[in-house]
């Protein structure tokens, strides 16, 4: 039987995904492809996408899944999101080409300045100077950092040739996937989001005038925001207010709406948070991690983005986050001697260190948080979001020695999974107030028991995991937004009609007054380290060296 589809696509990291949801909210089928991303051998801050490819990716995805007989006719809805990476193009004519955003503007396939890129330091910086004071910063934690869009716009309008400049268009990633689907679209957009101009994690839209004025980005507002890409049917004086998360903001060439999409961490949460978004910390745990709260607390908080209204009417939404988690596991596999022997271990390497550690236990006795205790991380090896709000922090290790075995391995792999426990206890500390009473946790890091298990006894609080994919949250928080703007039902009804409470809940059970006073040392030791560092830079700082 023929029945309402709607389209959900997440475009993260290193995969596009894309899922059918049918009306009652199940996600019935999804498929995925692969992209890349390049890291300039020039100057590693330089990482780019090609757009195309994406967008390649993205229609074989949706191809697969629609082009069986009957199924197309069947969508009601589609919505994108993707990672928190700028688009680049340039104006011509009627068209709108690829630019190159690559190191030396060569290569105008690699037009997306991925989300991890961090070349804008120079421009960061000016822009916290100048803005020095501003309300906007209060809502980016207290300070714009290298991986939001915004700095990144500034960094090609103050370094592209000076020719091209007047002609560049810069896109969110998920608005210009929605821009390339759209036949048509709706009535042009206020831009400058005047009654609360700042844009939902640094995203290219959202500014007022009168900052971007302020940090040198004036050309973005002329001609009603022409310098911002966007979805517009036709010219006209008549302006409609940035639309809130799944308002339809096109319509394809079948007539199915195209709904606004978000930052693919936001999918991931609309996803798995369950159907009650207050109250609950989401973990959106990959390469990276998000830690997304609904709440009605209208104060800024220093190390966290928002309070943004670009969800729901009457909820604001929060967000804090580490920009290394999943990423110091793959750091750790990428430079450890040992790695190679793990490998032959077996199929699947967490499998094969889960074996090691039962094994160290067993052989000594000892836990293996005993075994780690004298190793002490402090992870943040592309700078710190929350609470800090300081992108030139950098990592530091203590208990290294000349020991390249197997056996080390474990211990730091151990200690990541420590650090990632003890930050998300760090980031609780800064919501005190925010009456979160337990975490979810979605993602490729909601697959690992062991940490799970991990964040419930250094937080004290229950841990739940979803039933469903982790993989697929983003693909399932996209299919709600189509789903909301398709039928015009509020979001966060639609959370509470779909979004499945089934969970596993975490904690290993275990009364162990010793192992909880080692990690709340840990824990500790962790946060000293973290000062510790910002008072060595500030010693050095004051040399003037540079």
């Known amino acids: 039987m023929l029945q309402d589809l709607y389209i959900g696509a997440d475009v993260g990291s290193t995969a596009v995904r894309v899922g059918l949801m049918d009306a009652t909210g199940a996600l019935i089928v999804s498929t995925t492809r692969p992209i890349d991303h390049k890291v300039s051998s020039i100057d590693h801050r330089f990482v780019t ?51 190159p955003a690559d190191y030396g503007f060569q290569n105008a396939d690699q037009n997306v300045i991925f989300w991890m890129d961090t070349r804008p330091h120079k421009e960061t910086k000016e822009m916290n100077q100048v803005l020095s004071g501003h309300r906007a910063l209060g809502y980016m ?30 896109f969110d990633l998920h608005d210009y996937l929605s821009f390339m689907f759209a036949e ?3 009535d042009i957009i206020e831009l400058s989001n005047t009654s609360n101009p700042v844009a939902i994690d640094g995203e290219v839209k959202g500014w007022s005038a009168e900052l971007l004025d302020r940090i040198g980005l004036s050309q973005l507002s002329k001609n009603n925001f022409a310098g911002i890409g966007c979805l517009e049917r036709h010219k006209s004086s008549i302006l409609s207010p940035i639309p809130y ?32 978004v207050e109250g609950t910390l989401t973990m959106v745990a990959g390469t990276s991690t998000c830690f997304i709260v609904g709440h009605k607390i209208p104060k800024p908080v220093k190390g966290i983005w928002g309070p943004f209204n670009g969800f729901f009417p009457d909820l604001l939404v929060t967000e804090g986050g580490q920009a290394t988690t999943g990423k110091l596991i793959e750091h750790l596999f990428e430079t450890h001697p040992a790695y190679p022997e793990l490998k032959t271990l077996g199929p699947n390497v967490f499998t094969s260190l889960e074996s090691l550690i039962t094994r160290l236990e067993e052989e000594s006795s000892c836990n293996i948080h005993v075994l780690s205790r004298h190793m002490f991380l402090f992870g943040e090896l592309s ?33 990541i999974l420590e650090c990632l426990a003890f930050q998300t206890k760090q980031v609780l500390s800064v919501l005190d107030g925010y009456g979160i009473a337990k975490i979810r946790i979605c993602g490729s890091q909601a697959k690992n028991s062991r940490l799970v298990t991990l964040l419930s006894r250094v937080t004290g609080l229950p841990v739940e995991v979803s039933n469903s994919n982790p993989d697929l ?34 904690g290993d059970g275990i009364d162990d007054p010793k192992l909880t006073a080692l990690l709340n040392t840990k824990y500790e030791i962790m946060l000293d380290i973290a000062e510790r560092q910002l008072k060595y830079k500030k010693m050095i700082d004051s040399c003037h060296c540079t």
Not at 52 to 81: F, H, W
Not at 146 to 170: G, Q, R, S
Request: glycine share 10%; net charge negative.
């Open 383 to 415: 700078g710190n979001r929350t609470p800090y709000a300081d992108a030139s922090m950098r990592g530091a290790f203590f208990g290294e020695s000349t020991d390249i075995t197997i056996k080390d391995l474990v211990l730091k792999y151990v200690c």
């Open 49 to 99: 996408q090609s757009s195309e490819q994406i967008l390649t990716a993205l229609k074989k995805c949706i191809d697969e899944l629609t082009l069986p007989q009957g199924v197309r006719s069947c969508v009601k809805g589609l919505a994108i999101v993707a990672t928190c990476s700028v688009v680049v193009t340039r104006r011509s004519g009627d068209n709108l080409n690829p630019y």
């Open 184 to 186: 048509t679209g709706i």
């Open 141 to 170: 934690g207290g300070c714009f950092v290298e991986e939001m869009a915004l700095p990144k716009v500034k960094y090609i309008v103050d370094n592209a040739p000076a020719d091209d400049v007047a002609d560049l268009v810069f």
């Open 473 to 506: 949250s983003g693909v399932k928080g996209s299919a709600y937004l189509a789903y909301s703007g398709a039928n015009n039902v509020p979001l966060v009804e639609v959370l509470k009609m779909f979004n499945d409470e089934t969970t596993v809940c975490y």
């Open 245 to 276: 998360a799944g308002r339809p903001i096109g319509y394809t060439c079948e007539g199915i709406p195209i709904c606004q999409g978000v930052i693919d961490s936001y999918g991931g949460w609309l996803g798995s948070c369950g159907r009650e």
